[in-house]
Nanobody
Framework: QVQLVESGGGLVQAGGSLRLSCAAS????????MGWFRQAPGKEREFVAA????????SYADSVKGRFTISRNNAKNTVYLQMDSLKPEDAAVYYC???????????????????WGQGTQVTVSS
């Protein structure tokens, strides 16, 4: 059984930074694309960032491009989301996700992910 555990969320002032981590267990982590999504109260879950299995390709939502960086360390079975210049509108529960088909490219559609973490809360004060 695949398990994804997020950490690193918290309260930060606008303009500040946070680094989220997602630790994976249960299978060969380095064979699968990973992504980060977020969901704010009353809103749909939305794509934030994605990374290919090798880490060679990444994709970002326009709203976070230039401020967030996704990366992965396959030796540690962990994917990261570095969030800089945070804005109040970035506040949400952040989820990491993993696909299971071994696709070569990044994946931005939530429907293509098979495994999800429990989420970590990010709060940004203005």
């Amino acid at each position: 059984q695949v398990q994804l555990v997020e950490s690193g969320g918290g309260l930060v002032q606008a303009g500040g930074s946070l680094r989220l981590s997602c630790a994976a267990s249960g299978r060969a982590f380095n064979s699968y694309a990973m992504g980060w999504f977020r969901q704010a109260p009353g809103k749909e879950r939305e794509f934030v960032a994605a990374i290919s299995w090798s880490g060679g390709s990444t994709s970002y939502a326009d709203s976070v491009k230039g401020r967030f960086t996704i990366s992965r360390n396959n030796a540690k079975n962990t994917v990261y989301l570095q969030m800089d210049s945070l804005k109040p509108e970035d506040a949400a529960v952040y989820y990491c996700a993993s696909e299971s088909a071994g696709r070569l490219s990044v994946i931005t559609d939530a429907k293509d992910y098979n495994y999800w973490g429990q989420g970590t809360q990010v709060t940004v004060s203005s």
